[in-house]
């Protein structure tokens, strides 16, 4: 029998709703265990501790808040003056995302058979409640340390980053259903668009990452003294090391933006574009940012950055193409422009979650301008994208060269009679002559041959010369009877199998008679004459 509790639910169900809380709750801890191990390691290698482990530990927490979007609050500064950190290292968000989408997927996952599962808005809320939970204390934690966390801030970074993660977690564990679309929803064109968008973004964030290894490449020099005068540590500079590597998918969103045209800006004052950096920008010592370029107008290097763009445009025209004759040149430009905004919309979402503050008054804007990133997207890749899938589409669609005048030359009647009279030569009698025979029309005798004229007188001919043997007259055409409705059945008829021949048997000689050797061999006798019935057989008488 069930157990039931006082609110009816089933106690198998309430065990495993506890155990996806339970699940998020872990999650958010191995979170922050991760990056508290880490600090701890980088506290305890340093030579120089500002405080104890309790500070390290504070600062942990903020670290992991950090990652997930919230603005931590430097107190400890020049002026004396709170400034925001805001500038999430994209990098960092991948650890609570995975770990949150994990708990929701194995908390979706079928339970044992007879068990009831749980739906799915049950296990996503679940997860939620508990990864929230601690997220809850963690900020309550932080508050104590060196950079605690901006609690508004905080209300809704932390939800929104764990709720999108749960839910992609939730969904892959029921195997990425799309439930019932709208008519308009299941057209080719969004599917397209989504693909076509998709191949621009990464176009030019790999753009951006090219440009942005050139020119640490380029200043190489900068770069290295920029990094080695931060610190004389070997801990403190593998921390500015780790720092660096978790801030280069920012810096692929900087250099997709610089490619775009509006550049980012290093402060209220300044802006780096490929026209010119201009402006007084008021920038802390860090080695990705000593690869900017130098102060002035732009030159053709730095205008050749359009290039990036370009090529978004070119990718998003290619994949916005379906290989379909039936489809049209509008239906074709609207997908391409689909793809244009879906590219838009993924560069401004890139743009401010990699932008933010980095202090106050001039630091307090640092990054790309999430608006002004999407409307050059949008610019570059639809007044590209859509000529080029037009023009591909007309390509692939083209007829073939000379393909008319070949179809005119094979549908000639005068042509194809020839090869038709070739195929029944060739065949001989299974195919029969239709083209002679029309429906209703009766089979007539065969013709009859016509004699060969022979001259009446022929010329004698030399007696060296052996006279020619007269022509054959010509064989008869063979009369072929059409009957209407009947169906020529070329199939092979099937043989009955033989049945198997048994093999004979064969007998069995004997073998030669072994030789026996040490026997004694006796005379044969032979029978005594007489009256006598029986005979003898002791020795004979003397």
């Known amino acids: 029998m069930t157990q039931v509790t006082e609110r009816g639910t089933p106690l198998p169900t309430a065990s495993r709703a506890a155990a996806c809380v339970l699940g998020g709750a872990v999650a958010a801890g191995l979170g922050l265990g991760f990056l508290a191990v880490l600090v701890i390691v980088l506290w305890i290698s340093s030579p120089y501790p500002d405080s104890g482990p309790g500070g390290a530990l504070h600062l942990a927490a903020g670290l992991w808040l950090l990652a997930h979007g919230t603005e931590l609050i430097r107190y400890e500064t020049l002026s004396g003056m709170p400034a925001p950190v805001g500038v999430t290292p994209l990098l960092l968000v991948v650890l609570p995302a995975l770990l949150i989408r994990r708990a929701a997927r194995l908390g979706s996952a079928p339970g044992e058979p007879g068990e009831e599962e749980l739906p799915t808005s049950a296990v996503f809320s679940a997860v939620l409640c508990g990864y929230l939970g601690v997220g809850a204390l963690a900020t309550v934690y932080a508050a104590g340390g060196p950079m605690p966390a901006d609690p508004l801030s905080a209300a809704w970074h932390l939800p929104l980053v764990a709720a999108l993660a749960a839910a992609g977690g939730a969904w892959e564990a029921r195997g990425r259903p799309l439930g019932p679309l709208p008519a308009w929803a299941r057209r080719p064109r969004y599917a397209l668009a989504l693909r076509a968008g998709a191949g621009?973004?990464?176009?030019?964030?790999?753009?951006?990452?090219?440009?942005?290894?050139?020119?640490?490449?380029?200043?190489?020099?900068?770069?290295?003294?920029?990094?080695?005068?931060?610190?004389?540590?070997?801990?403190?500079?593998?921390?500015?090391?780790?720092?660096?590597?978790?801030?280069?998918?920012?810096?692929?969103?900087?250099?997709?933006?610089?490619?775009?045209?509006?550049?980012?800006?290093?402060?209220?004052?300044?802006?780096?574009?490929?026209?010119?950096?201009?402006?007084?920008?008021?920038?802390?010592?860090?080695?990705?940012?000593?690869?900017?370029?130098?102060?002035?107008?732009?030159?053709?290097?730095?205008?050749?950055?359009?290039?990036?763009?370009?090529?978004?445009?070119?990718?998003?025209?290619?994949?916005?193409?379906?290989?379909?004759?039936?489809?049209?040149?509008?239906?074709?430009?609207?997908?391409?422009?689909?793809?244009?905004?879906?590219?838009?919309?993924?560069?401004?979402?890139?743009?401010?979650?990699?932008?933010?503050?980095?202090?106050?008054?001039?630091?307090?804007?640092?990054?790309?301008?999430?608006?002004?990133?999407?409307?050059?997207?949008?610019?570059?890749?639809?007044?590209?994208?859509?000529?080029?899938?037009?023009?591909?589409?007309?390509?692939?669609?083209?007829?073939?060269?000379?393909?008319?005048?070949?179809?005119?030359?094979?549908?000639?009647?005068?042509?194809?009679?020839?090869?038709?009279?070739?195929?029944?030569?060739?065949?001989?009698?299974?195919?029969?002559?239709?083209?002679?025979?029309?429906?209703?029309?009766?089979?007539?005798?065969?013709?009859?041959?016509?004699?060969?004229?022979?001259?009446?007188?022929?010329a004698p001919a030399p007696a060296n010369v052996p006279a020619p043997k007269p022509p054959k007259p010509p064989k008869p055409p063979r009369t072929v009877t059409v009957l209407p409705g009947l169906k020529l059945d070329l199939t092979p008829i099937p043989l009955p199998a033989k049945p198997p021949v048994p093999e004979p048997v064969r007998e069995s000689v004997p073998g030669p008679v072994p030789m026996v050797t040490g026997a004694r061999v006796l005379p044969r006798r032979r029978p005594e004459s007489g009256s006598g019935t029986g005979t003898g057989t002791g020795p004979e008488p003397s």
């Not at 290619?318 to 391409?336: D, I, N």
Request: proline letters at 9%; hydrophobic letters at 50%; glycine letters at 14%.
């Open 200 to 458: 621009g973004t990464l176009v030019l964030l790999g753009g951006g990452a090219l440009l942005v290894g050139s020119s640490l490449a380029w200043h190489g020099a900068e770069v290295q003294a920029s990094f080695l005068s931060l610190t004389g540590v070997w801990s403190g500079r593998f921390a500015v090391l780790l720092l660096a590597v978790t801030l280069i998918p920012n810096a692929m969103v900087w250099g997709a933006s610089y490619a775009l045209g509006p550049g980012f800006a290093l402060g209220t004052g300044a802006a780096a574009t490929p026209l010119g950096f201009g402006g007084s920008p008021a920038l802390p010592r860090f080695p990705l940012l000593a690869a900017l370029p130098p102060t002035g107008p732009g030159t053709p290097l730095t205008w050749a950055a359009a290039g990036v763009p370009v090529v978004a445009g070119l990718a998003v025209g290619w994949f916005a193409v379906r290989r379909a004759r039936e489809v049209s040149y509008g239906e074709t430009a609207l997908t391409a422009a689909l793809g244009s905004l879906v590219c838009a919309l993924a560069m401004t979402g890139l743009a401010a979650a990699s932008a933010g503050p980095m202090g106050s008054r001039e630091l307090a804007s640092f990054g790309p301008v999430w608006w002004q990133t999407g409307a050059a997207a949008l610019g570059w890749t639809l007044v590209l994208a859509v000529p080029v899938a037009v023009t591909v589409h007309a390509w692939r669609n083209r007829p073939a060269r000379g393909m008319a005048a070949e179809e005119d030359d094979w549908h000639d009647s005068g042509v194809r009679e020839i090869r038709w009279a070739a195929l029944r030569r060739a065949a001989g009698t299974l195919i029969p002559d239709f083209s002679s025979a029309e429906p209703g029309a009766k089979p007539g005798p065969a013709p009859d041959p016509q004699p060969v004229d022979t001259p009446a007188d022929p």
